[in-house]
T-cell receptor
Framework: SQQGEEDPQALSIQEGENATMNCSYK?????LQWYRQNSGRGLVHLIL?????REKHSGRLRVTLDTSKKSSSLLITASRAADTASYFC?????????????FGRGTQLTVWP | NAGVTQTPKFRVLKTGQSMTLLCAQD?????MYWYRQDPGMGLRLIHY???????AKGEVPDGYNVSRLKKQNFLLGLESAAPSQTSVYFC??????????????FGPGTRLTVT
């Protein structure tokens, strides 16, 4: 399976702290994406990093990708209570043109005020 | 734009009943997907479509059928519901691979309970 696996399964921090989530995957990819899911809602795309990129920023989000280790990390800086959600990484398959994504089981982030 | 919408939001079925879940998108996306989400399992792809009139099986297609007669709609059917199909169902859509826009846009989900 190409499914990504997030680590940790759950993370609990105080507002203002940084949150780091990791994702490992098994096969070569074209790109890796991170999504957020608030309770009872659909997933929302956060950021995409291509296989030839090592780091990408978007606001308070920083994503890194290490294709040699088949791993990625998502860093949320200065977290807020509103960041409380589940975070999923999703990978495609190198050479695939079908748009299929393989999602991990997610990291549940809780940010306490 | 409404984005991706799903109908209904909630449904309770008895074992053996049938139903159809409707997904609609107004972004002119070529690709559409149906996922199910179960606790601790993440999202699993049921079926997907890369264009009007085309469908393909995903990771867990058994017990489901789909149709994409119009580009903006993707229907998921359960012919004979089973308790194992109790889940939250998400529809998503995206541009085609060639457009270099790979993010998927998700609907709000349908919570289905089969008793």
């Amino acid at each position: 399976s190409q499914q990504g696996e997030e680590d940790p399964q759950a993370l609990s921090i105080q507002e203002g702290e940084n949150a780091t989530m990791n994702c490992s995957y098994k096969t070569s990819i074209n790109n890796l994406q991170w999504y957020r899911q608030n309770s009872g809602r659909g997933l929302v795309h956060l950021i995409l990093i291509r296989s030839n990129e090592r780091e990408k920023h978007s606001g308070r989000l920083r994503v890194t990708l290490d294709t040699s280790k088949k791993s990625s990390s998502l860093l949320i800086t200065a977290s807020r209570a509103a960041d409380t959600a589940s975070y999923f990484c999703a990978t495609d398959g190198r050479g695939s043109t079908l748009g299929r994504l393989y999602f991990g089981r997610g990291t549940q982030l809780t940010v306490w005020p | 734009n409404a984005g991706v919408t799903q109908t209904p939001k909630f449904r309770v079925l008895k074992t053996g009943q049938s139903m159809t879940l409707l997904c609609a998108q107004d972004m002119n996306h070529e690709y559409m997907y149906w996922y199910r989400q179960d606790p601790g399992m993440g999202l699993r792809l049921i079926h997907y479509s890369v264009g009007e009139g085309t469908t393909a099986k995903g990771e867990v297609p058994d017990g489901y059928n789909v149709s994409r007669l119009k580009k903006q709609n993707f229907l998921l059917g359960l012919e004979s519901a089973a308790p194992s199909q109790t889940s939250v169902y998400f529809c998503a859509s995206s541009y085609s691979f060639e457009r270099e826009r790979h993010e998927q846009y998700f609907g709000p989900g349908t919570r289905l309970t089969v008793t």
